[in-house]
């Protein structure tokens, strides 16, 4: 049965998780009694139905039904999942939970967005503690995976590990935060770096972008893949992260003694931020710099999907989780995805090398279903291409969905000739490929006959 | 003239340095008493070949030679650019500095990689302070592109501008701190988010791989593109940076006055953090994480490139100075690089799309030497590929050196035919392409005839 999610408070995050969960097949209601929430939803709705997508090489599920609700009830009555993303201020949470208690399943998850509030404070006035917990995320919600998942004591262990399952399977990583502390996780190095930031930006030492440009040029490239321990602890070579403390631990601590204290937010220096910021990125409307950021998140993370490491591991995991693969028969669809942002060229249509890796996954996708998966790889066996013959007849663009259908137009021994047709949502034929594949042994890597099942399967096309 | 860098000091930090002058080119002379010295380098320079022409889509130049010194004067004394990168004791600094400046020209740029002396600490004893100036690097320094320079009110602007001009010959970012201050910019948010995850885990909150995931699943990769202010831009939405600081100031200075202080390095704490990253990371190899890592960051900046945004716009940049255009001609090199790591497959091999991309740019290089560069795309017209003919002969791996090589096959009008060579360093071949292609206008999408200087230069081939 479909499941049903319940969004308390749009705007970006509420927004960012409404996305999540509807583009991952579920109901989504929402309750938001700001007359812009709507707006201010579609708006975040249209970046996420943008992005989400090609960060995986298979079509999401079908997307589930959004309802805009007229009361808070409506929206939690017969839901599985309550998301609430108000106003950071207690009595407003304790407010609104109460409600959604007093209406929700006693089974249903209730999760805060909350960035400063602890679970057990959300949890004062509540009789049934044990289904509210924090699940903290982060913008961009749609793409970003970290939940920061943070249980009481009163939180029951069933509804965290229900909760921590739920959000596996919308492509979220859940961190289970063991113990509860002011602002979680994540939000204390953040709020520590602001902290810097702002003494930098006060005493003159660096501007915003110069800022920016120390961290992305640097080690936030570091920390997009390993983090800071890991990274340091390739720092501390074979003699591994004892000898690191000992030799670095010393030199670090000569500045920690300086600018700790919390720099006062005068208009002043608020007036210098944004001047600042302006001259750094006033060429951008927000609306622009939130598709570069996306942009450049998908490319990212595709990168690192490619190379099976860090939030690419995660994406690759949830893809298999929703993949679907077709049977073997003849116009079989061997591929369902949209084309990604990380496939367009100068020319602002998918370049000629991408349609060579669409038949390629299209050819994984037949040999899939023709038992000559990765499991017929692990055993030494594949196949490898020696000829593509491929036509170009529509431009194919970011975004679009698409299809392939492949067909066997040979299967003799270790010959095997399909033909692919890429073909647009709408019905339209984008390209063909002609491809000639020869079985190998991946031990001598020279063709050879196939073994079972692939030769019984090949029976087929005979 | 060939230049010249003096590397004092070898280690990671040192052999990075190396690494950089050397696949860019320069001559490279090294000083380094340590016996182990040239084992240290020499794997440091195994990890950069690996990696960094993998940025490009064009070969590096000529690799620089590389002298191993017995004295620091034979090191230093023809050298343009000096590079000291031994212990942080200032006693040290002090007197390699002044050995330095000893027997080095003094239009030589003495750059020291120290991440805790201020410039004026380093100059000091020295009666030549103008050339000396921080040029702080990170860690893989052959692949981050960041430096940060500088200079103290001693250092001549001569030497810091010559300084950042040749750091960026070399695909590096000099950014130009403006004030002295210790720890420079990048490193005072290194340590306040090192003393959070010290305490952290002190306190039993997280262990490192919660927080290396905290990191690397969410904020991590906003910053690796983006950093901290333009970020937070976009979260404050079209309301700008004033508003946001408004909105999330007061919230964000709760836990501020919270574990400010530094937490205590007792061994119990070492050993904790240690055990730990021996739980998180223990199943690798220091070398097996920094080749996981460079293989991460190899295929995150090539996509930042591909987006042509942050590190990969540096890269980009960088590129187009090292890029040599073949002259038009039958038989001409059109691509002279690289197979990337984020090329391969499950094969092991490259994928037959990369084949593709490889014969798009091949046309590329052809297109830009018969005049169809980027002038002609801006004034609106292009060649799009209607059919490609790919013979896959000879498997390809990453790390292989390839060219194409690119002959006409026919030119008539509207019509350009194209047969491509895919050639390994060695001369084995490794696959072929015959390429149709169509003259376009990129403003109707249709085909047309060419226009001048590409209908001139392509009676060459009539």
Same mark, same amino acid.
């Given at each position: 049965? @479909?499941?049903? /999610? ?88 304790? *407010? ?10 006693? #089974?249903?998850?209730?999760?805060? %967005? @909350? ?14 503690? #044990? ?5 903290? &995320? ?13 249980? *009481? ?15 596996? %399977? ?79 631990? &010393?030199?670090?601590?000569? &500045?920690? @003694? ?24 006033? /060429? ?9 950021? #996306? ?34 028969? %003849? ?10 942002? #990380? ?16 038949? %390629? ?70 390209? @063909? ?30």
């Amino acid at each position: 049965m @479909t499941k049903v /999610a319940a969004i308390i408070g749009g705007g970006v995050i509420g927004g960012g998780w409404l996305a999540r969960f509807l583009l991952n097949g579920w109901t989504v209601r929402v309750f938001d009694p700001d007359p812009e929430a709507e707006r201010k939803i579609s708006e975040v709705l249209a970046n996420a139905r943008h992005a989400l997508p090609m960060l995986y090489e298979t079509a999401l599920p079908q997307e589930g039904e959004l309802i805009f609700c007229e009361t808070l009830q409506e929206a939690v009555a017969d839901a599985d999942w309550i998301q609430e993303s108000v106003p950071e201020r207690l009595d407003i949470k304790h *407010s609104v939970l109460a409600d959604i208690q007093a209406h929700c399943r006693p #089974d249903a998850i209730i999760g805060s %967005s @909350t960035s400063g509030f602890k679970p057990s404070e959300l949890q004062e006035k509540s009789d049934r503690p #044990d289904q509210i917990m924090v699940c903290h &995320p982060f913008n961009p919600v749609y793409l970003l995976p970290l939940i920061e998942v943070v249980p *009481s004591v009163k939180t029951s262990q069933e509804h965290t590990e229900k909760a921590k399952d739920i959000l596996r %399977s919308i492509g979220c990583y859940p961190l289970h935060v063991r113990k509860e502390i002011d602002a979680h996780i994540a939000d204390r190095f953040l709020e520590a770096v602001w902290r810097e930031g702002l003494w930098l930006v006060k005493d003159g030492i660096a501007t915003t972008e110069e800022i920016d440009d120390a961290i992305r040029y640097g080690f936030g490239l570091r920390w997009a893949q390993m983090g800071l321990f890991e990274t340091y602890r390739i720092a501390g070579g074979e003699a591994g992260m004892a000898h690191f403390i000992a030799q670095f631990g &010393p030199c670090l601590e000569w &500045p920690w @003694t300086k600018l700790m204290d919390v720099p006062e937010l005068t208009d002043e220096l608020v007036q210098t931020i944004a001047d600042q910021s302006d001259a750094q990125s006033g /060429a951008h409307s927000i609306r622009e710099l939130e598709r570069i950021r #996306d942009n450049n998140l998908i490319a990212m993370m595709r990168a690192l999907k490619q190379q099976g490491n860090a939030a690419g591991k995660l994406i690759k995991d949830h893809e298999q989780t929703i993949q679907k693969p077709a049977p073997l028969a %003849s116009e079989m669809v061997s591929v369902r995805r949209v084309i990604p942002v #990380d496939w367009t060229d100068y020319n602002g249509h998918m370049n000629e090398g991408r349609y060579g890796q669409i038949y %390629s996954d299209a050819a994984d996708g037949f040999l899939g279903a023709l038992g000559a998966g990765q499991e017929y790889v692990d055993a030494g066996y594949s196949y490898f291409t020696v000829e593509t013959n491929i036509k170009y007849i529509l431009e194919a663009h970011a975004g679009q969905k698409v299809k392939v259908l492949t067909d066997v137009l040979m299967a003799e021994g270790k010959k095997l000739k399909l033909f692919h047709k890429m073909v647009r949502e709408d019905g339209e034929l984008l390209s @063909t490929c002609e491809q000639f594949l020869l079985h190998v042994s991946l031990t001598t890597r020279k063709s050879c006959d196939p073994v079972s099942p692939v030769s019984e399967n090949l029976m087929n096309f005979a």
